[in-house]
C-alpha cells in the first residue's frame, strides 16, 4: 500500500505507515497479555523496543555522512526501509540469542504466531484506513487479511503451518496492491516466517529433552 | 479452551470495527465527490496557507540575484521550504534537499526554493547576514535557489513560527499539503510523488 498520508505532532512529522505500526503493537501487545500468560506480552514488549530503537538510529548505517558531520541529525531522522529490515533482524537475533532465557514452550510459540500474525494484518488493515490507495486492492486485502487471520487463529494451531499459509496469503495480496510483490511487507514477513520455522525446531529440541 | 476464545473474540471484534470503519469511510469519501463536483463551476483561486488554497504570491532575489516569483513556476511542482543558517534542523535536512535535487529534480518537474529568513539572521549589519548565508550555501555546496526575505515580508506572510517549514504546491499553484521539522530524502521524494 502506498502512503498517501502524514501526521503532525508539532515538529514531528510521521507517515501513516509509521502510525499504524505504532498502534498495532499496542493493540497487539493488549491481545498477547489477556490471551496469554504475562510472560508473553513481555518478551513482545522487548522484542518491540528492540525494533523501534535500530530502526531509529540504523540512520547511523543508512547515512554514516550526515550523522557523522552533524550528530544531531540522528534525533531528527531514521533508518528507512533499510532501517525497518535491519530492526526485524536485530528482534529476531535477540530472540535466537535469548531462547535458553525465555524458553520457547508450545504455548510460546504459539504466542509466536499470534504477535506475528496480528501485527501484519492489524498493520495493513490500518494502512488502509489511514491512507487513501485503489479500492479494489482495499477490499482485497482487507477481506482476505481478515479471513486469514480468524481462520488461522482459530483452527491451525502448528506454528509452521501458520505462518507458512499466512505469509502465502499476504503474498497473495500483495500482488493486487500498488506497490506488488516487491514491497518491504513481503519481505518481512518472509523474515518471520523464517524466523518462525527456526523457533519450532527449538520448541522440539525443549520438548525431546525433556 | 476458555481463554483462547477471549483473544479469538477481541480479533474478530477488531475486524468487525475495521470494515465497519473502511465502509463508513468510503460512503463519506462518495458524498464528498457528488458535492465537490456540484461546487466546481464556481471555482476560484483562494489565497491562503491551507490545503487547496493557491499560497501568497511574492518576489523575492536570490543569492546570485536573480528575481524570483512563485507563481511564474506554475507548471512545476514547487518545494517551498523556509529556514535560517542558525537552525540546527534545518542544518539537517540540507544536505538531503541537495541530494534529492540533484537526483530527481529534473526527472519529477520540481523547483526547490528555499526562503532564508534573512531579518532573523544573527549578525548585526545586512551585509553580514547576506555573507554568513552565502558560507552556508558554500559549505553544503547547496545549488538550488535560495531567496532572501530581508525584511521578513514573506515570513510572516506564511505565518512561519517553526522552521524548518515546508509548503508542497502542485503544478496547478495550489498548497497539497504542509510540513514542520526536517525532512530526509526519501520523504521528500514521497511527498513529491503524491503531488498532482
Redesign the interface.
Known amino acids: 500500500m502506498i502512503?498517501?498520508e502524514?501526521f503532525?505532532i508539532?515538529?514531528?512529522?510521521l507517515?501513516a505507515t509509521a502510525v499504524a505500526l505504532l498502534m498495532a503493537f499496542i493493540?497487539v501487545w493488549l491481545?498477547l497479555r489477556?490471551?496469554?500468560p504475562k510472560k508473553w506480552s513481555g518478551v513482545y514488549g522487548d522484542a518491540i523496543l528492540t525494533f523501534i530503537l535500530v530502526w531509529k538510529f540504523s540512520v547511523i548505517v543508512t547515512?554514516t555522512?550526515?550523522v557523522m558531520?552533524?550528530p544531531?541529525?540522528l534525533?531528527?531522522?531514521n533508518g528507512?526501509?533499510i532501517g525497518v529490515f535491519l530492526a526485524v533482524i536485530a528482534v529476531s537475533f535477540q530472540l535466537l540469542w535469548k531462547k535458553q532465557k525465555i524458553q520457547f514452550d508450545v504455548t510460546g510459540a504459539s504466542a509466536y504466531s499470534?504477535a506475528i500474525i496480528?501485527t501484519q494484518s492489524?498493520y495493513q488493515?490500518?494502512v488502509?484506513?489511514l491512507n487513501d490507495n485503489p479500492?479494489n486492492s482495499?477490499i482485497i486485502t482487507?477481506t482476505v487479511l481478515?479471513a486469514l487471520?480468524?481462520l488461522i487463529?482459530?483452527k491451525i494451531s502448528a506454528i509452521n503451518y501458520a505462518l507458512l499459509v499466512y505469509t502465502s496469503g499476504l503474498i497473495t495480496v500483495a500482488n493486487f496492491q500498488p506497490l506488488g510483490l516487491w514491497q518491504p511487507a513481503v519481505g518481512i514477513s518472509v523474515l518471520l516466517l523464517i524466523m518462525g520455522l527456526l523457533l519450532k525446531r527449538f520448541v522440539k529440541n525443549f520438548e525431546t529433552k525433556d | 479452551m476458555k481463554?483462547?476464545n477471549?483473544?479469538?473474540l477481541?480479533?474478530?471484534l477488531?475486524?468487525v470495527a475495521?470494515?465497519g470503519?473502511?465502509v463508513r469511510?468510503?460512503i463519506d469519501k462518495e458524498r464528498e465527490i457528488e458535492t465537490a463536483s456540484l461546487g466546481k463551476e464556481m471555482e476560484e483561486r483562494n489565497i491562503g496557507l491551507k490545503n487547496g488554497d493557491t499560497p501568497p504570491d511574492f518576489t523575492l532575489t536570490s543569492l546570485d540575484g536573480e528575481d524570483v516569483t512563485l507563481s511564474s513556476l506554475r507548471g512545476k511542482k514547487v518545494v517551498l521550504n523556509f529556514w535560517a543558517t542558525w537552525c540546527?534542523?534545518c542544518?539537517?535536512?540540507m544536505?538531503?534537499m541537495q541530494s534529492y535535487y540533484e537526483q530527481y529534480a529534473k526527472e519529477d518537474n520540481v523547483e526547490i526554493v528555499a526562503v532564508n529568513l534573512t531579518s532573523a539572521e544573527r549578525d548585526v549589519t545586512a551585509d553580514a547576514k547576506i555573507d554568513t548565508v552565502m558560507t552556508f550555501r558554500d559549505s553544503f555546496e547547496l545549488t538550488f535557489p535560495i531567496v532572501l526575505d530581508p525584511e521578513n515580508s514573506v515570513g510572516s506572510e506564511y505565518q512561519i513560527l517553526?522552521i524548518p517549514t515546508t509548503y508542497f504546491v502542485d503544478s496547478n499553484g495550489y498548497i497539497q499539503?504542509a510540513?514542520?521539522?526536517?525532512?530526509?530524502a526519501?520523504?521528500l521524494k514521497?511527498?513529491v510523488d503524491?503531488l498532482d
Open positions: 502512503n498517501t502524514w503532525s508539532r515538529t514531528l512529522t507517515p493493540i491481545v489477556m490471551q496469554f547515512d555522512k550526515t558531520a552533524q544531531f541529525a534525533l531528527y531522522f528507512g526501509t499470534w496480528l492489524i488493515w490500518l488502509i484506513l479500492t482495499e482487507l481478515s487471520t480468524i487463529l482459530w | 481463554k483462547k477471549i483473544g479469538l477481541i480479533v474478530v477488531l475486524v475495521m470494515v470503519t473502511y469511510q468510503q540546527p534542523p542544518k539537517a535536512e544536505p538531503h517553526t499539503r510540513i514542520r521539522g526536517p525532512m530526509d526519501d520523504m514521497t511527498y503524491a
